[in-house]
């Protein structure tokens, strides 16, 4: 197929989706640009204006994610318990934005803590449910392109919440309270977008009622090829660190403390611009091909990062840490869409951001520790072989789980 036909596909498939997966996506976006112009400066309005101490903000961030990965769990099972998914998400958005207004009116770290706390709770709840309702609104032929235009349009939001932060905090001449004043704008905008704009379809006639999906029962029926995806996003998340650590590299290359932030800028552009595009290659290529690509990615990327000098090594590191991300993070969640039952999907989501939400803090705790120990090298170079080894894992079973996926398609 050349890049024309390449090309044509992708804008059918692009006006194909459902109108509500095009308001799911942008949900996501506003209220992502809202919480990463708020997330982008609060460690340093807690110390700088707050007083608070590094650990602090340490606790701060390690609760609050710990919280949401929790949260997860319980609102995806009770989705699939009664039988709905939009109200649920419509929830977690609407904690959310009523957190936004805490920010800028908050006198003491407590406030914040509380405020960071609720906010988590809510992206505990709505996520879940949200991934489900993404599921069962998309057409099965559509679901990898579904997914991956959502996560596209969500990493938009992850990079332009942060560059509206700096160009607020310029026009109000540094006024931190200025600027999450504004961010209760978008945060409205998305809970309103969901409240209006996305209809939950109708459950399918004779589907299966859940009474207690976190059971040892029904979570047995979700099988073993769901399962072996679990592993796998376990296994592979403990390859992909906090991106933090992409900041400090860029720091450690000798990038100017006002534009390390634009680290993140470059990563999250490079993941918007991919996603979408893997996702639709998903719908008529094999998955797991695609996931093992994203794996060879990562392993680029920890080794320029590790080993190639000077801000030009830190730039192309970053551009294929992003790729990667584009590669893996909506194709995942596409992968436990398939392999999952329809009515244990909101179940399915919650278990998967559990154990990744995990792998992800004992991760990030590895790489600091190397890091701190041995030099930022080993940090990168440990993330690659934690890759390698979830691509031999992956290899002879990537038939299996095409098969799980197909089956889960046809539901």
């Not at 990062?305 to 030009?312: D, I, R, S, T, V």
């Amino acid at each position: 197929m050349n890049e024309r036909e390449t090309s044509a596909d992708g804008a059918r498939r692009w006006r194909r989706l459902p109108a509500g997966i095009w308001a799911l996506g942008f949900v996501s976006l506003l209220m992502d640009v809202s919480s990463e112009m708020i997330h982008a400066l609060l460690p340093l309005y807690l110390v700088v204006g707050l007083g608070a101490t590094a650990l602090t903000v340490g606790v701060i961030e390690g609760i609050a994610e710990a919280t949401a990965a929790i949260t997860k769990v319980f609102s995806g099972a009770l989705s699939d318990r009664i039988g709905r998914r939009k109200e649920l998400a419509a929830l977690g958005y609407g904690l959310a934005a009523l957190t936004k207004p805490v920010f800028p009116l908050a006198s003491s770290v407590s406030w914040l803590v509380a405020a960071r706390f609720v906010d988590r709770v809510g992206k505990g709840i709505r996520g879940a449910p949200r991934d489900a309702l993404i599921a069962d609104i998309s057409p099965p032929e559509l679901r990898g392109a579904s997914f991956g235009l959502r996560q596209s349009l969500d990493t938009v939001g992850a990079f332009l919440g942060p560059l509206m932060a700096i160009g607020l905090m310029w026009l109000f001449v540094d006024d931190f309270k200025s600027v999450f004043w504004v961010a209760v704008i978008p945060a409205a905008l998305a809970f309103g977008l969901i409240l209006f704009a996305v209809r939950e379809p109708a459950r399918p006639a004779g589907l299966r009622k859940v009474r207690s999906p976190l059971s040892r029962d029904e979570l047995g029926r979700l099988g073993a090829v769901y399962w072996w995806v679990v592993a796998v996003g376990g296994v592979f998340t403990l390859a992909r660190f906090s991106e933090a650590f992409l900041i400090l590299r860029g720091q450690e290359a000798g990038l100017a403390l006002m534009l390390v932030p634009l680290v993140m800028v470059v990563m999250n552009i490079a993941y918007a611009l991919s996603a979408y595009p893997v996702g639709v290659a998903s719908d008529r290529m094999n998955r797991v091909s695609l996931l093992i690509l994203g794996m060879v990615l990562l392993i680029g990327a920890d080794l320029v990062l590790a080993f190639a000098p000077g801000l030009a090594g830190v730039l192309g590191g970053v551009v294929l840490w992003g790729l990667h991300m584009g590669f893996t993070q909506g194709l995942l969640a596409t992968l436990v869409a398939d392999a999952a039952p329809a009515e244990l999907r909101g179940t399915a989501f919650g278990m998967f951001n559990l154990v990744t939400g995990g792998a992800l803090l004992a991760a990030s705790v590895i790489a600091g520790a190397l890091w701190q120990g041995f030099g930022y090298q080993w940090t990168f170079a440990v993330g690659a072989g934690f890759c390698v080894l979830t691509i031999a894992g992956l290899i002879p079973l990537r038939r299996r789980l095409q098969n799980g996926a197909e089956r889960g398609a046809a539901q």
